[in-house]
């Protein structure tokens, strides 16, 4: 899987939208929220009619996946680069709580496109890449631990998933952009652009200028990222990079379908022959 978004510098400019300034970067990615019986529920249950400020985005972006039980979406990456286009597609399906798998498709030269699978079951992740016909199985990745220590700053603390997806992929800044909100969005200048459909679904818009991030290549003053985020859900439909005006990278969700029906094959896998199996 493709890398997506690092941690993002301290040294940040103030957060700003096009009706509110805010004085502080916005740093409120892990703030727990849960009923009586011990379930997660959204800060905010949806939005207002008027257009919201940033940080009122942020909050109601942070809880995304805790606004449906299954999804299913594909999205639809192209990457400009000096050989031409290069595109990409994820078809993401999720189960709450714990399963979710993500096939990623690049398009070759030859009759059949090279394929990743990543699916977990809450316990175990597996993967397989078609091209080397390699798999892997290994327990879940571990999160850091202690980050709920209310002396931590919030900058210090991360979102911890209801359901894991694919680390600094594309499906996980989607479903789960509260890391992207803190760490790369509040870190430049923002400001919400208006309202927006984007494959039906009414989405607010956002444009930010010069987020700092570790990718020195983008670290100019006319580096920007413009996003769509879904109105009901706010989860990311679209994604644009661009420097100098230029688009050079860009992603939108072609098919979001939340609490969509899921046939029991969904979340089904079974390595191919002649797997050769790494761990």
């Not at 740093?27 to 011990?38: E, N, T, W």
Request: proline share 7%; aromatic share 8%; charged share 25%.
């Amino acid at each position: 899987m493709h890398r997506f978004w690092w941690p993002a510098s301290e040294r940040v400019a103030p957060l700003q939208s096009a009706t509110m300034t805010q004085s502080a970067r916005w740093h409120r990615a892990l703030v727990p929220s849960a009923a009586a019986d011990g379930l997660r529920l959204p800060a905010i249950a949806a939005l207002a009619s008027e257009l919201p400020t940033t940080w009122e985005l942020f909050e109601f972006m942070r809880d995304a996946e805790l606004r449906f039980a299954t999804l299913r979406m594909r999205i639809v990456e192209e990457a400009r680069t000096t050989r031409g286009v290069d595109v990409t597609r994820m078809e993401v399906v999720i189960s709450h709580p714990g399963h979710s798998k993500v096939t990623t498709t690049r398009e070759g030269q030859g009759a059949r496109a090279d394929y990743e699978i990543w699916i977990s079951d809450g316990d175990l992740v597996r993967t397989y890449a078609s091209a080397h016909k390699l798999g892997t199985q290994r327990p879940i990745r571990n999160r850091p631990r202690g980050l709920h220590d209310r002396d931590f700053p919030g900058r210090s603390q991360v979102y911890e998933p209801l359901t894991a997806l694919p680390m600094e992929t594309l499906p996980e800044t989607f479903v789960h952009p509260a890391g992207f909100c803190q760490n790369v969005l509040s870190s430049g200048r923002c400001s919400i652009a208006g309202s927006d459909l984007v494959g039906g679904r009414e989405a607010v818009l956002i444009d930010c200028d010069h987020p700092r991030t570790t990718e020195t290549v983008a670290d100019r003053p006319d580096y920007q990222v413009s996003i769509a985020v879904d109105r009901d859900t706010g989860v990311i439909l679209r994604f644009i990079e661009s420097i100098g005006g230029l688009v050079t990278r860009s992603a939108e969700v072609v098919d979001f379908a939340p609490d969509a029906p899921l046939p029991p094959s969904a979340l089904r896998f079974v390595f191919p022959t002649g797997t050769t199996m790494l761990y």
